[in-house]
């Protein structure tokens, strides 16, 4: 059974920094991994999708990175703002297109 | 494109009656649709898998008699909560994909919150 675990839980930073979210996830047979990011009370935005061929992916200050063989993904986070604080959530794809998902990380980016 | 809606966004219902939920993609056709359980500071939990035209795929743990799946069309699928109990008060998330044609992506909608009192 896949398991996806994200660290840390919650995360507080200034505004500026730069920042690492980590995901693993214990069966690699996976088709692709995304992120998406959920706000209090609201549904999931897609922020980044890595099919399972592809090593990275970048959207703007996001960079999403994979290593299927070790089961590990990271998300980074450039010049990190207050809009940015939200709950990031992982979820890998196995067969039947079924999605698990992490736990999530909380963050936090203070002004 | 890729767009998915919920209906209704949010609901409270007296203990014991049924609630349905709507699902629908609105500008792609998918092969299958997905339900979701999210419960407050947790993640999202699979409860169900649907096909158009055939019978859902209940995850270990969900009563299927409780959680009726309806999967009418490549572009409409509904959860019914039947007879509901304040301890399935949560956010239900849905996703439907793949589309018929393009990636393996699946793409949410907005969620409905569910009250039961």
């Known amino acids: 059974k896949q398991e996806v675990t994200q660290i840390p839980a919650a995360l507080s930073v200034p505004e500026g920094e730069n920042l690492v979210l980590n995901c693993s996830f214990t069966d690699s047979a996976i088709y692709n991994l995304q992120w998406f990011r959920q706000d209090p009370g609201k549904g999931l935005t897609s922020l980044l999708l890595i099919q399972s061929s592809q090593r990275e992916q970048t959207s703007g200050r996001l960079n999403a990175s994979l290593d299927k063989s070790s089961g590990r993904s990271t998300l980074y986070i450039a010049a990190s703002q207050p809009g940015d604080s939200a709950t990031y959530l992982c979820a890998v794809m196995g067969g039947g297109s079924r999605l698990t998902f992490g736990e999530g990380t909380q963050l936090t980016v203070n002004p | 494109g890729a767009v998915v809606s919920q209906h209704p966004s949010w609901v409270i219902c007296k203990s014991g009656t049924s609630v349905k939920i709507e699902c629908r993609s609105l500008d792609f056709q998918a092969t299958t649709m997905f339900w979701y359980r999210q419960f407050p500071k947790q993640s999202l939990m699979l409860m169900a898998t649907s096909n158009e035209g055939s019978k859902a795929t209940y995850e270990q743990g969900v009563e299927k008699d409780k959680f009726l799946i309806n999967h009418a069309s490549l572009t409409l699928s509904t959860l019914t909560v039947t007879s509901a109990h304040p301890e399935d008060s949560s956010f239900y998330i849905c996703?439907?994909?793949?589309?018929?044609?393009?990636?393996?992506?699946?793409?949410f909608g907005p969620g409905t919150r569910l009250t039961v009192l």
């Open positions: 996703s439907a994909g793949p589309r018929t044609s393009g990636t393996d992506e699946q793409f």
